[in-house]
């Protein structure tokens, strides 16, 4: 039972095409975030949802729009794809934000710019 | 803003202890995470520390000291299988939500 999913695990694709990652989770938790790992392993939060609600919105291109069509689902699209977003990006959860201290990521979507 | 430092490489023996130290700089301080990552997979969670002390998880523990913006990690009885990357992480209160802020990550290398 995958606790918290993301698709697709590997994403090649050229420059200034428009792509889409997708997250869901089975963990009943009202909180998910997209966090982004550089290639020198530097994990950094992007955004975060709870209860649908974007709660934060950290300094990222407007290229990049998540959307949370529910409290399960946390999808992040983004437009007009730059070889720097090549990265890992990793999907995850928490229950709360109020008690985030155990946040629980997915395997990662790993994406590469050409 | 915030900033997190820990050592970048640690290299050890199995069956050896290790410590892997972390220190911080940040606003609204609400407590000092630890994450394993192995290459290629998610970053998973192992320990929390809210309060200044040691918590204890079979061959893991973890201390805080919150006046010296310090904590540390420490593996005891090494095995191959711990050689990962870890992580330390505030979370910190801001906004309408909490936000976990990861440091740079020490990679543990655990040879025979």
């Known amino acids: 039972d995958t606790a918290v999913s993301q698709t697709p695990k590997y994403l090649v694709t050229q420059m200034g095409n428009d792509k889409s990652i997708k997250c869901e989770q089975n963990?009943?938790?009202?909180?998910m975030y997209w966090y982004k790992q550089d290639s020198k392993k530097f994990l950094k939060i992007m955004f975060s949802?709870?209860?649908?609600?974007?709660?934060i919105n950290e300094t990222v291109p407007n290229r990049f729009s998540p959307k949370s069509p529910d409290k399960a689902h946390l999808n992040l699209h983004i437009n007009s794809l730059e070889l720097g977003d090549s990265a890992v990006y990793f999907c995850?959860?928490?229950?709360?934000?109020?008690?985030?201290?155990?946040?629980?990521f997915g395997e990662g979507s790993w994406l590469t710019v050409v | 803003g915030q900033s997190l430092e820990q050592p970048s490489e640690v290299t050890a023996v199995e069956g050896a202890i290790v410590q892997i130290n972390c220190t911080y700089q940040?606003?609204?301080?609400?407590?000092l995470s630890w994450y394993q990552q192995h290459d290629g997979g998610a970053p998973t969670f192992l320990s929390y520390?809210?309060?200044?002390g040691l918590e204890e998880t079979g061959r893991f523990s973890s201390f805080l000291s919150r006046s010296d913006s310090y904590g540390y990690l420490l593996l005891q009885e090494l095995q191959m299988k711990d050689s990962a990357s870890y992580f330390c992480?505030?979370?910190?209160?801001?906004?309408?939500?909490?936000?976990?802020?990861f440091g740079t990550g020490t990679q543990l290398k655990v040879e025979l």
């Open positions: 995850a959860s928490s229950r709360g934000t109020q008690s985030g201290n155990t946040i629980y």
């Open positions: 963990l009943g938790h009202d909180t």
């Open positions: 949802y709870n209860n649908k609600e974007l709660i």
């Open positions: 940040t606003s609204g301080f609400y407590g």
């Open positions: 520390n809210a309060l200044d």
């Open positions: 992480a505030v979370r910190e209160l801001t906004g309408g939500g909490n936000k976990l802020t």
